[in-house]
């Protein structure tokens, strides 16, 4: 069964950090296109990073969070990471990541992914709230 779990939310005073991890069962994260979506209270879920497993198109990054968040992917350890640093107000939400097998032959937008094609992601983890408060 694949599965997705996420972990590392909580509640952090702005300017603080957090590292969201995105464990993968039953399957390798890294021959999947991988997103990290946020969804906050009464607004629409919202594409936060998105890179392919090939990589062949630059990982993509919401203008709200670059610069300020990082994924990174260990193969080792079947899991995928945000870094999320100089945390916003803003940035509360829950968090989750996301899978999508690529189809052979078919050219990915990370941009595209994140922005309008979120629903093309077969596999979603449960989330994890990310509260930024002081």
């Known amino acids: 069964q694949l599965q997705l779990v996420e972990s590392g939310g909580g509640l952090v005073q702005p300017g603080g950090s957090l590292r969201l991890s995105c464990a993968a069962s039953g399957f390798k994260p890294e021959y999947y296109n991988i997103g990290w979506f946020r969804q906050a209270p009464g607004k629409e879920r919202e594409g936060v990073s998105c890179?392919?497993?090939?990589?062949?198109?630059?990982?993509y990054y919401a203008d709200s969070v670059k610069g300020r968040f990082t994924v990174t992917r260990d193969s080792a350890k079947q899991a995928v990471y945000l870094q999320m640093d100089n945390l916003k107000p803003d940035d509360t939400a829950v968090y989750y990541c996301a899978a999508l097998w690529p189809i052979g032959g078919r050219r990915y937008s990370t941009q595209a992914m994140c922005v309008d094609q979120s629903d093309q992601f077969e596999y979603w983890g449960q989330g994890t709230q990310v509260t930024v408060s002081s």
């Open positions: 890179f392919t497993a090939s990589h062949y198109d630059s990982t």
